[in-house]
Every structure is written in C-alpha cells, then in structure tokens.
C-alpha cells in the first residue's frame, strides 16, 4: 500500500509561481508513474504532467513551457513547480502514482490551487 500526501498548495496571483510536493511512502519511483492531475470546478479531472518510472515526462499543451514535474528519490517526493500561473490554472491538484505493469493506482488527497488577483 503506497499513501501519497500533498502540501504546497495556495492563494497566488496571476503571473506567480507555487511548488506542489507529493510525499510517497516508500521508494516507489522505479516501478511507478507519477503524475498530477487536476480538476476545476464542474470540470472533468485532467492530467497535467506525468513523469513514467523511465524518467519521460509528459505536458498537458496549456501548461507546457510553465510547469515542470521532477522527482527527488532520496525524499520520495514528485514535485510540480508551476510558474506563469494563470487564473485558469485553479483547480485541485491530485497526485497520482500507477504501477508500470500491474494495475494499481493510488492518489493522493489533493491541494487546492487558486490564481486570482
């Protein structure tokens, strides 16, 4: 069982910068892909970046150039520094973590995130 804790979500101002952490219990990385999700208020949950257990990443188009997913395995954490932020980047933000071959999800609790002036 892999428990997955979020921390670093804000209030922040357009044009500003945060730094999403995902604490992982366990040294999972290697076998796991992870990545962040997030879901806007009557809005379908979207994937936002996905960093596989090979180290590829992936961005969603509207985020890409602005956020990037990076993963310290010493402190098991996946992180998302997110700058640029726009107002249409408030949403809950999910950690997300799937086993690379076996079918196993876990999430995490989400953080929420507002851009607003």
């Known amino acids: 069982q892999v428990q997955l804790v979020e921390s670093g979500g804000g209030l922040v101002q357009p044009g500003g910068s945060l730094r999403l952490s995902c604490a992982a219990s366990?040294?999972?990385?290697?076998?796991?892909?992870m990545g962040w999700y997030r879901q806007a208020p009557g809005k379908e949950r979207e994937l936002v970046a996905l960093i596989t257990s090979a180290g590829s990443t992936n961005y969603e188009d509207s985020v890409k150039g602005r956020f990037t997913i990076s993963i310290d395995n010493a402190r098991n954490t996946v992180y998302l520094q997110m700058n640029s932020l726009k107002p249409e980047d408030t949403a809950v933000y999910y950690c997300?973590?799937?086993?690379?071959?076996?079918?196993?999800?876990?999430w995490g609790q989400g953080t929420q995130v507002t851009v607003s002036s």
């Open positions: 997300n973590a799937k086993h690379s071959w076996r079918p196993i999800v876990y």
């Open positions: 366990g040294s999972i990385f290697s076998l796991y892909d």
